[in-house]
């Protein structure tokens, strides 16, 4: 791509950390320790923004940057978008399916002047446009303006290498990371449970608070698709993304749809829906007499039976709607008489308690209910599906799924399990094994008091935590474990024999500089569905819990023998030690975390359990180290090791296996120390086990 096209884009430090492959806080480095590093050309003072041509200068002659990866050059291209990045993403959406549907129209139309293109492109954009988003589109009336042809060429050439569907993809994700605040995003995982549960064979589908598609998007083999929201910009993203999904008829329509339903007819197969929560002005004045209320009128702060009572009168007999809530619904006494008679009429078939994190906002367990629309002489069930699945988190963090170190991640396979293995033996014989603090069937009897309280974990049996026989099996693991720690303890340590001198050190950038290791920074993205390790993975010696975020690059995957070093602050041990990890056939073939880097050393020349053990010492973190006003990050190039012979450097590698393996044994002797005093403290209060 020539040079102008990337004349008065602008990217912030944090961007110019990507384009290098380093974290934030080296760009900050940078800034402070060399003078000629490009001065800010925008933003703010807190927040500033640089000239990309001048970044990538400066990044070459450092020899920091060989040349910008297309995708940052486009991506840059959206961002310098004289309307901003909304409009950019709308052209290039659009010239996408052009690219996709009439591949050939595309080089002809594009094979002279700017101005010239945009007038080709002017019909065969509604045109395309028109076929997939219907006649009536606003976007089939919106031509291409001359001055985004230089962004919609650089598009069609990122479409080339990664795709038209996963060239939006990519900007479209990277848009939604740069406005965290301005989105609400449903997770991939929750979406694909949701479709699952609305049942295969589903052809026609509704979301009538569409966001960015993710929902319909998840849907297989459907052949239309009519997505409905508020905002305009959310409204457009989603029709371009749902086009160039796949090829299902699309009709997408901005407006609020309680208010204004685009979607009246025809009644759809399935209705998926993550609706906003405690919303007070979702019309409760003007919609009193809206024939959508079959089950009740909702009160002002029941937004979300109106919701669902919205989702029912869009389905067939027989049809099903999915819908995200907060726990609230479930118990609220001011829906309790729509929730009865949802109930009674046999709508409502079940509700699923979530793990935390499952989805925004993240500190609650959410629920889905599972609706379907009553044939009119149908016998109502007898009962109503409860699962609980907030046990089944990972107890890690990805910044893919939460953005936030700490927060526990649900572990989707587990939970699509455990939901959809209930919903389908719900489904065939209107029952379920009844697991403990899991699964079970509740008889609607049961549930219609004067509560009718609907939190699953309210009507499941407890789950039995502290029966005898597993805490006598937890207690015969932990002699075993303590016994093993003890044998693998170390012997007393015993000075250096003699005068010894030291023999030279070399650090970790030297290493790499002369191919005795490769060195490689973790991001957590890429493309397939390979787990990531995560710091806290690393820390707690466990395998991978990460889930992988989308992106074009083609992941790193780990290897057994490599090293991986957490760099971030607060990732450290104590002594500030940090919990440098040699990759065993447990975690090989996951993708390594941000806040990682992974460190390859060539077997011929360094022993990987050497090289883990010098750079855990304590001392040669904190040279490594650089401190900012509230966090810690470590250099891993100017981490030190000693010169030492091969041979040598395996008698060090065997002793810091065997520290290792001790470690490990002490830290499994923890967990099932914790595991056999909760178990103990459930067991004596719940009856399970006598004093």
């Known amino acids: 791509m020539p040079e ?352 935390a994190g499952a989805a925004p906002p993240y500190g609650i367990p959410l629920h889905l209910w599972v609706l379907r629309r009553p044939a009119p002489h149908a016998a109502p069930p007898a009962g109503l599906l409860l699962v609980d699945t907030a046990g089944a988190t990972t107890g890690a963090t990805t910044a893919a799924t939460t953005g936030a170190e700490g927060r526990p991640r649900p572990a989707w396979p587990a939970v699509h399990g455990t939901v959809e293995g209930a919903w389908a033996a719900y489904e065939r014989t209107g029952a379920v094994e009844e697991v403990p603090g899991v699964s079970r069937v509740v008889p609607v009897i049961e549930l219609l008091d004067d509560d009718v309280d609907l939190t699953p974990a309210r009507h499941l049996p407890p789950a039995a935590g502290g029966g005898p026989a597993e805490l006598s099996a937890v207690r015969g693991r932990l002699d075993e474990i303590l016994a093993r720690a003890a044998r693998l303890a170390p012997p007393p340590a015993d000075p250096p024999a003699g005068d010894a001198g030291r023999p030279p050190l070399t650090t970790v950038g030297e290493l790499a500089r002369a191919g005795a290791l490769w060195l490689h920074t973790g991001t957590g993205g890429g493309t397939g569905t390979a787990p990531v390790l995560t710091v806290r993975d690393v820390l707690a010696g466990r395998g991978p819990s990460g889930a992988l975020a989308a992106t074009a690059d083609e992941p790193v995957l780990t290897a057994p023998g490599d090293v991986l070093v957490p760099v971030a602050g607060g990732a450290s041990t104590a002594g500030g030690a940090c919990g440098v990890r040699v990759v065993g056939a447990d975690c090989a073939g996951a993708v390594p975390g941000r806040g990682l880097h992974l460190l390859r050393p060539d077997p011929g020349v360094l022993d990987p359990w050497f090289l883990a053990g010098f750079l855990r010492g304590t001392a040669n973190n904190r040279r490594a180290s650089s401190h900012a006003s509230t966090a810690t990050r470590l250099d891993v190039r100017r981490l030190r090791l000693p010169r030492l012979p091969l041979a040598q450097q395996r008698r060090y590698g065997d002793r810091f296996r065997a520290l290792a393996e001790f470690e490990d044994a002490l830290r499994q002797a923890g967990r099932l120390g914790e595991q056999l005093v909760q178990g103990l403290y459930d067991g004596l209060s719940d009856g399970t086990v006598t004093p």
């Open 4 to 355: 102008e096209s990337a004349a008065g884009a602008e990217v912030t430090a944090a961007e110019v950390a990507r384009l290098a492959g380093v974290g934030r806080a080296a760009v900050s480095n940078w800034r402070r320790r060399h003078a000629d590093f490009p001065k800010p050309a925008g933003g703010s003072e807190t927040s500033p923004s640089f000239a990309l041509a001048e970044v990538e200068d400066w990044l070459r002659v450092q020899g920091k940057l060989a040349e910008v990866p297309l995708r940052e050059r486009v991506w840059q291209q959206v961002c310098a978008h004289p309307g901003g990045a909304v409009p950019a993403l709308t052209e290039v959406g659009a010239a996408l399916l052009v690219v996709r549907d009439r591949p050939t129209d595309w080089l002809e139309l594009t094979a002279v002047s700017d101005e010239r293109t945009a007038a080709l492109l002017r019909p065969v954009f509604g045109q395309v446009l028109a076929a997939r988003l219907g006649a009536g589109h606003p976007l089939a009336a919106a031509p291409p303006r001359p001055a985004s042809v230089p962004l919609l060429r650089a598009a069609a050439g990122l479409a080339a290498e990664l795709g038209a569907r996963k060239a939006f993809e990519f900007l479209l994700a990277r848009h939604l990371d740069a406005n965290p605040r301005q989105y609400t995003r449903t997770p991939g995982g929750l979406a694909e449970l949701m479709a699952a549960l609305a049942g295969p064979g589903v052809r026609t589908v509704l979301d009538p608070a569409c966001g960015t598609g993710t929902l319909l998007r998840a849907v297989p083999g459907a052949t239309a698709l009519y997505a409905q929201d508020s905002s305009p910009e959310l409204a457009v993203l989603a029709a371009l993304r749902l086009a160039l999904h796949g090829s299902a008829q699309v009709r997408a329509a901005a407006a609020d749809s309680l208010r204004a339903d685009a979607h009246p007819r025809p009644p759809v197969d399935a209705v998926l829906c993550h609706p906003p929560f405690n919303e007070r002005d979702w019309g409760h004045e003007e919609l009193a007499y809206d024939p959508r209320w079959e089950y009740g009128f909702p009160a002002r702060t029941e937004s979300e039976l109106a919701w669902v009572q919205h989702a029912l009168a869009h389905l067939r007999e027989g049809g099903t709607a999915v819908l995200l809530m907060p726990p609230a619904v479930a118990a609220r006494r001011s829906g309790r008489r729509i929730r009865a008679d949802l109930l009674r009429r046999g709508a409502l078939r079940a509700v699923v308690a979530l793990p």
